[in-house]
């Protein structure tokens, strides 16, 4: 597993710049453009069978995109924090394809993307994380948002 930091360099940057490049220039509407992916049977298989409430024809590319993300084996794992889940990315030719999406439970999320930020996951205040904090500025813990 490679964790990376999205303040570095790497394949996903300039993949990501192509995105735009080929996308947001060609689209000449005012109106926000929805870029969505093909989802692989494999992950819609794994979505209802994992329970994970998401509308694949809502899950858009920009969005997974910008999402905190570590690579394992030339795959892309975005996590997002809000729907609780990570997709599974692979860049095939020139499409995205979400290969697989896997549920994960809050506290593991936070983890993972701390690891991924550099930020010490035994230094922050996870009653912060989730809103609940009632020491304010007596907290002996750091309040971050991830």
Not at 44 to 71: F, G, H, N
């Amino acid at each position: 597993m490679t964790v990376t930091d999205k303040t570095s360099h790497s394949f996903h940057d300039e993949t990501k710049a192509e995105f735009y490049n080929n996308h947001n220039h060609h689209n000449h509407h005012n109106h926000k453009q929805h870029n969505h992916f093909e989802w692989s049977q494999h992950a819609i298989e794994r979505k209802q069978q994992r329970e994970i409430d998401l509308d694949p024809s809502m899950v858009d590319l920009e969005w997974v995109l910008s999402l905190p993300y570590y690579t394992n084996n030339g795959c892309y794992h975005y996590c997002d924090s809000k729907a609780g889940v990570t997709y599974y990315v692979r860049k095939e030719a020139d499409m995205y394809k979400l290969v697989t999406i896997i549920k994960r439970n809050p506290i593991a999320m936070a983890r993972r993307i701390c690891e991924i930020k550099g930020i010490n996951f035994n230094e922050i205040c996870r009653d912060n994380l989730f809103g609940n904090c009632k020491r304010g500025c007596s907290c002996k813990y750091k309040h971050v948002d991830i």
